[in-house]
């Protein structure tokens, strides 16, 4: 398997901007989630879904990020209107069960200016 | 809410050196504690996964410990390497969330 697999690698965008990020999970993996690294705040998980439902989205930090997992091959993470302080590495994992490794992505470094 | 620290932040080691990083966390109703390394610029890499049943896992030079009724974790890297430098990250899971909570990670560097 090619593993989790995230793009773009890398996202520049203007202040107010719609942006998606992509990520397709290791095949079989029922459990997907996405995390935002900083230098000040270093990993956070934002959201997780579970055979394609999402389960908490606590880790949201406003109402202008969303994600959906349509189907257990892919997820979207979007951001609109994009702020400047939402620049970050934005990762994506995936694992099967409960006790199991979370396996990341390569990350996509978001830069909003 | 569960808070996971790691340390020391970083560490510069002489090549060959035995090693332990260490970790601690505060809510021991855990599932698992899960060691990654992340090299600059990329993505994180699993090394060990411990169970809460589990007291140690190995896995080539790398040793991990759990200990949950102190809320500590180690890991243990013999005769380390030029190659093991990056940063390593400790992040559990537990109290009804399958989302892993992240240590700040240390910082570590082997002269060659």
């Known amino acids: 398997d090619a593993g989790v697999i995230q793009s773009p690698r890398h996202e520049v965008t203007e202040m107010g901007q719609e942006v998606t990020l992509r990520c397709k999970p290791i095949s079989g993996h029922n459990s997907l989630f996405w995390y935002r690294q900083t230098m000040m705040r270093g990993l956070e998980l934002l959201i997780y879904f579970n055979n394609n439902v999402p389960i908490d989205d606590s880790g949201m930090p406003e109402d202008r990020f969303s994600a959906k997992m349509p189907n257990a091959s892919f997820s979207t993470l979007k951001i609109q209107p994009s702020e400047p302080r939402d620049s970050a590495v934005y990762f994506c994992?995936?694992?099967?069960?409960?006790?199991?490794?979370?396996?990341f992505g390569q990350g996509t470094r978001l830069t909003v200016v | 809410k569960q808070e996971v620290t790691q340390i020391p932040a970083a560490l510069s080691v002489p090549e060959g050196e035995n090693l332990v990083l260490n970790c601690s966390f505060t809510?021991?109703?855990?599932?698992?504690l899960q060691w990654f390394r992340q090299d600059p610029g990329k993505g994180l890499t699993s090394l060990l996964l411990?169970?809460?049943?589990?007291r140690e896992q190995t896995s080539g030079r790398l040793n991990a410990s759990l200990d949950k009724s102190s809320g500590r974790s180690t890991l243990y890297i013999a005769a380390s390497q030029p190659g093991d430098s990056a940063t390593y990250l400790c992040a559990s899971s537990g109290g009804g969330a399958d989302g892993l909570t992240f240590g700040k990670g240390t910082h570590l560097i082997i002269q060659p």
């Open positions: 809510d021991s109703a855990i599932y698992n």
């Open positions: 994992a995936s694992k099967i069960g409960r006790n199991t490794e979370a396996f």
């Open positions: 411990i169970q809460s049943s589990q």
